[in-house]
């Protein structure tokens, strides 16, 4: 798996929280995610979940982003919403 951005690759390691974070945000772009979905979409048990798995997901998805191709708010987080930055959408 990878994000491709102006023809350049950035890969995402699959079956991680990453993954799963740009699987649900890329899969519906329009949608606004709250925290306990992608915690969900994570397929944790209610015992492994920990709130902060997507914004660390998030942190390390656009910290790739941003070493890779300069961008470095592809995805947003507001009050734990999580989504994907509206100008990138085309």
Do not use: H
């Not at 992608?38 to 209610?46: I, N, Q």
């Amino acid at each position: 798996p990878a994000i491709i951005i102006n023809d350049k690759e950035v890969k995402i390691p699959y079956a991680t929280n990453q993954f799963n974070l740009c699987k649900a945000v890329f899969g519906n772009t329009k949608k606004r995610w709250e925290n306990d979905e992608l915690l969900d979409k994570f397929g944790l048990s209610t015992e492994e979940k920990v709130k902060r798995q997507p914004y660390d997901a998030m942190v390390a998805v656009n910290k790739k982003i941003e070493q890779e191709i300069g961008v470095n708010d592809l995805i947003l987080c507001e009050n734990k919403t999580f989504r994907v930055n509206p100008k990138y959408l085309q």
